[in-house]
């Protein structure tokens, strides 16, 4: 494979300073980009304390037992739907307008456009979790948003939610792929390839999980759809611009290539393929004809090849640069969340088939899987390109270094705390059902695994807090930040 | 394989149109596109009694709520009065309409989230909650969007009809830890509301052969908006009561209390419902 012409890219270290930014200046709209940021930060701070508080239901310490808007059952819609939407969609379109006008040396479609966006988009944020709590979620995992509209009629009852995202998911595609369609007489880099295929997933997985179950597809072909839903959503969305956007920043900041180019290749062309298959494997042993339940298995089993190859690549890329991990804190997060990455990656072959699904499917094991991947791995990966960002974007340097690195241990450890409990619960659950003991004895049995739930929630909250003051406190606080000294631990 | 045209058309609609074949299109195709799905009027030809006794136990709830409540009556109504009809046309809008509206509250307090509806071939599940699930009995308008959730922090809900008495659910959904001690499932102090009943206090004769105490009162059918039509009720069941009974008319007082609302009605005829309808075309197997 040709290498590609990345601005920004080489060993020299030249273009890591002022000069480069200067030249890219009027390409980056830098507000959008920070208020993306601090709008992503605000509802990961909402989506995680909505799940502390949610997880204290176990405990029987629930606070909002009387209210209703605030029940158990509605507060954890909103804590999935606002890491999703309002978090995970902010931090990487943020990303995406500074990374798409440096990978193309084009501006985005509009800034104009790029503020409605910005707007519209956080109003309807806001909009799904207020029509989650009255009581309008639809019936989708992960695409809870409401559709305005009574199950499964056309009675409207709430703001058509899902059919605004579908526009705002379209504009998203306008302003992105323009930039792109521009520079597309040269062969593009990888991150472009990813990015480009992952908006387009969007709007069609959007459309498909969020029409099709409600109004045409009943019981197990309306699973079935639900479970490609699930499935595209995190992998060809989430994982696309993930991956995009490490394809990025990482050779930036460790200042040399991909170790392959023919590595990422392989990556992104199988994940293209297989990952779209893997759906049905949300409702394993289930009445989905059995021979697209075996489909499903084969080719999340193959997803791990894709990923393997994936993440050889970016630990080859690192190879004698080793100490960057412990001196660089957005390389740190990015490479942790690479580990958490193969690790929920090799789970998945393992989950996936039917001797381990039947202990595992309908326990703790489930949530504490979903966790590592969308807070360990891509949440991580956000918080990484945030942290490389925020002085780039405000001029100044980091408030507090130790803040960060309190942070990072408290959110990692939270995290990995969280992930054993919620697997040891899982296969204990799986378990003794399996042992047909009585119901209430499970849940009895359960309860130290909540406890302990709770206060590795607790632990990941603070951290979030922590970094939400770090940012905050960056941005007011004048302090020139120095581009030729990337945030180094010994520094502070 | 790196231009746009590629990435876009075949990455990007190709693959995702391929997969959506394979695993949206083809497993409708052999399943439930060659049985239509059943429409909720369909699932509402037989009217339960545990619907009906919703009627007896919660009259003005039920009548508050369906639009054809006034035109129905349960066998006990039909044995005090010979002379009303039962209104079975009625029966089976009002049933349609508490299923649909069931399900919808179902899916708006998010039961979905905790309790699944499909019950799988292994880990002794058709021991612990019923026979396994066919798709045919999912080929139905309440499964749409479909239910089968992918968590059980609660217990399947898959065969939940029939297995306990509506008082039970009442019971349940005031306090879950009452009935099933342990319960992690929240209260739903919502689905009650406030109002006015009639109450007979127990004869203290009885109540001390009984060993109970003497100031036990049982309630009658009806939670009243207001004290005032309470008091009317209380008036009318005071001039009907049998002769043999009629020692009870000065033990009859109004007190407030709280009940169901309709929503909680529709709610429990849901749950009552689940599990229990056969697909027509599987009924000679059944």
């Known amino acids: 494979m040709t290498t590609v012409d990345l ?10 300073g002022a000069r480069d930014d200067a030249a890219a200046g009027d390409l980056v709209c830098v507000p959008l980009v920070k208020w993306h940021f601090a709008f992503a930060v605000t509802f990961m701070i909402t989506s995680m304390t909505a799940g502390f508080i949610v997880s204290l239901n176990f405990l029987g310490a629930y606070p909002f037992e009387d209210i209703r808007w605030l029940s158990y059952g ?11 939407y309002g978090f995970l969609v902010n931090a990487f379109v943020g990303a995406l307008y500074y990374a798409i006008p440096r990978l193309t040396g084009r501006r985005v479609a509009s800034h104009g456009l790029g503020w409605v966006i910005f707007g ?22 992960w695409g809870e948003t409401p559709t305005g ?49 992952g908006i387009v997933w969007l709007i069609l997985t959007y459309v498909m999980g969020n029409t099709l179950p409600e109004w045409t597809l009943a ?30 920043f990482v050779p930036i900041i460790l200042r040399r290539p991909i170790w392959s180019h023919a590595l990422s290749v392989i990556g992104f062309w199988a994940l293209a393929f297989f990952y779209p298959l893997n759906g049905v494997h949300h409702f394993l042993l289930s009445s989905i004809p059995m021979s697209v339940q075996y489909g499903a298995i084969i080719s999340t089993m193959a997803v791990e090849i894709v990923v393997t190859t994936v993440v050889v690549n970016f630990f080859a890329t690192m190879w004698g640069r080793g100490d960057a991990l412990r001196t660089n804190m957005p390389i740190r997060w990015f490479y942790t969340g690479m580990v958490f990455y193969f690790i929920t990656c090799l789970q998945c072959f393992f989950h996936t088939t039917l001797a381990v699904q039947e202990i595992i499917h309908f326990t703790d094991w489930v949530p504490g899987h979903a966790h590592l991947v969308m807070l360990g791995v891509f949440a991580f990966w956000c918080i990484g ?26 959110t990692m450890l939270g995290l990995f705390i969280m992930f054993v409990d919620l697997l040891a619960a899982g296969v204990m659950h799986g378990a003794m059902f399996k042992a047909l003991v009585p119901w209430m004895d499970i849940v009895e049995s359960l309860e130290p695994y909540w406890q302990v739930r709770t206060f590795s929630g607790g632990m990941i909250l603070a951290g979030t807090l922590l970094f939400a003051w770090n940012l905050f406190m960056t941005a007011i606080t004048p302090k020139p930040y120095d581009y030729r000294v990337d945030i180094v631990s010994e520094a502070a | 394989m790196d231009r746009m045209s590629s990435i876009i058309l075949v990455a990007g609609l190709g693959c995702f149109a391929f997969a959506f074949v394979l695993s949206g299109v083809y497993p409708w195709a052999i399943t439930d596109a060659k049985v239509p799905t059943a429409t909720i009027a369909e699932l509402a030809q037989d009217v339960p009694v545990e619907f009906k006794e919703l009627k007896d136990a919660y009259p003005v709830s039920f009548s508050e709520r369906y639009a054809r409540a006034g035109e129905v009556h349960t066998a006990r109504e039909l044995t005090l009065q010979p002379e009303l009809t039962p209104g079975d046309d009625a029966w089976r809008d009002n049933y349609a309409q508490a299923l649909r509206e069931g399900r919808d509250l179902y899916i708006s307090e998010v039961c979905w989230h905790c309790h699944s509806q499909y019950v799988r071939p292994v880990a002794n599940e058709a021991q612990r909650f019923g026979p396994v699930q066919l798709a045919d009995h999912d080929n139905n308008e309440l499964q749409r969007p479909q239910l089968w959730g992918t968590r059980r922090v609660g217990p399947d809900l898959t065969h939940e009809g029939r297995r306990r008495s509506n008082d039970w659910h009442v019971a349940h959904f005031w306090n879950p830890d009452d009935v ?24 203290p004769a009885k109540a001390d052969r009984a060993r109970l105490p003497a100031d036990r009162s049982y309630p009658y059918p ?24 009629a020692a009870d008319a000065e033990r009859l007082f109004v007190a407030e209390s709280s009940g169901p609302t309709g929503e909680a009605l529709s709610l429990i005829a849901y749950l009552q419902w689940l599990g229990t309808w056969t697909p027509p075309h599987l009924e000679e197997d059944a």
């Open chain 1, 149 to 197: 509209f009574r199950p499964g009629s056309w009675e409207l009852v709430y703001l058509p939610v899902d059919f605004l995202i579908e526009v705002g998911a379209v504009l998203l595609a306008i302003q992105f792929l323009t930039p792109i369609a521009k520079a597309m007489r040269k062969r593009m880099y990888v991150s472009l390839w990813y990015i480009s295929a």
């Open chain 2, 222 to 245: 009806g939670l009243w908006s207001s004290k005032a039509e309470a008091e009317a009720a209380l008036e009318d069941i005071r001039a009907n009561l049998p002769s043999s009974l």
């Open chain 2, 180 to 203: 099933s001690p342990g319960s992690v499932m929240p209260r739903y102090p919502w689905l009650f509301r406030q109002g006015w009943q009639v109450r007979r206090r127990i004869d």
């Open chain 1, 385 to 410: 390109i945030m942290t490389w960002l925020w002085p780039r974007l405000t001029g100044n340097e980091w408030y507090s270094r130790r803040l960060h690195h309190w942070q990072y241990w408290l």
């Open chain 1, 7 to 16: 601005p920004l890219q080489g060993d020299d270290g030249a273009h890591d």
């Open chain 1, 120 to 141: 519209v988009w956080q109003l309807l944020v806001l909009a799904t979790t207020v029509g989650q709590l009255l009581g309008y979620g639809q019936a989708v995992e």
């Open chain 1, 74 to 84: 509605r507060l954890r819609l909103v804590h999935t739907n606002e890491i999703a």
């Open chain 1, 219 to 248: 019981g197990a072909s309306g699973a079935a759809t639900v479970g490609l839903f699930i499935h595209d959503l995190v992998g060809l969305f989430v994982t696309p611009m993930g991956w995009g956007l490490m394809y990025f």
